[in-house]
């Protein structure tokens, strides 16, 4: 059974800082890994998708790194803004007996500080 | 286009009772994925439909079920709630042939409080 961990679990910095957040993962036949971020209350939003076959993805600010041997996943957040606050999940997407279904992690809680 | 649309956005409903959750995917989308999201146990997945047919299912019990209609909209149904059954479900579309290598687009969410 897939297990994600996500560290930090929490985050508190001034604006302006660059970031890096981590994502690990136990089984590493995976297809591909999603990054998303979530707003208090609200549905998630989509920020990067890594192939298996990818290393790194960037879009924007944002940048995503996989090394899927060793199981682990970094988004980097460059010049943090108040606007990045929220909370960021990791979703390696795995064969699970013939199924392809996602596994989040608990998560890393932003805030940025103005 | 489009988001992922989901109705209602937020529901009481007491114990025992059934209720019934509605997810319009993105146009085009034939993928619909449902999760559960607590507090206690995170993001979990519950089950996916593509073309009508559910194609993979999480660990919940029987209670949890839904469906997909011809116009890819989706439905699903928690029969006999109960108060651990009080949490976000978010619903996800993805790519017209849902494949996995395809990336999911999430709805707003339901918001269920069972009382």
């Known amino acids: 059974k897939q297990e994600v961990t996500q560290i930090p679990a929490a985050l508190s910095v001034p604006e302006g800082e660059n970031l890096v957040l981590n994502c690990s993962f136990t089984?590493?036949?995976?297809?591909?890994l999603q990054w998303f971020r979530q707003d208090p209350g609200k549905g998630l939003t989509s920020l990067l998708l890594?192939?298996?076959?990818?290393r790194e993805q960037t879009s924007g600010r944002l940048n995503a790194s996989l090394d899927k041997s060793s199981g682990r996943s970094t988004l980097y957040i460059a010049a943090s803004q108040p606007g990045d606050s929220a909370t960021y999940l990791c979703?390696?997407?795995?064969?699970?007996?013939?199924?392809?279904?996602?596994?989040f992690g608990r998560g890393t809680s932003l805030i940025v500080h103005p | 286009k489009a988001g992922v649309t989901q109705t209602p956005r937020y529901l009481i409903k007491t114990r025992g009772q059934q209720v019934t959750l509605s997810c319009s995917p993105i146009?085009?989308?034939?993928?619909v994925s449902w999760y559960q999201q607590t507090p206690g146990q995170g993001l979990q997945f519950l089950f996916e439909?593509?073309?009508?047919?559910?194609?993979n299912k999480g660990n919940f019990p029987g209670r949890f079920s839904g469906r997909q209609f011809s116009n890819s909209r989706s439905e699903m149904n928690v029969s006999t709630l109960e108060l651990g059954d009080s949490a976000l479900y978010l619903c996800?579309?993805?790519?017209?042939?849902?494949?996995?290598?395809?990336?999911?687009?999430f709805g707003p969410g339901t918001r269920l409080t069972v009382t």
């Open positions: 996800a579309s993805s790519h017209p042939d849902g494949q996995v290598v395809y990336e999911q687009y």
């Open positions: 089984d590493s036949a995976i297809y591909n």
């Open positions: 890594i192939q298996s076959s990818q």
């Open positions: 979703a390696p997407k795995g064969a699970s007996g013939g199924s392809y279904i996602p596994t």
């Open positions: 146009s085009g989308h034939r993928s």
């Open positions: 439909y593509f073309s009508e047919t559910q194609r």
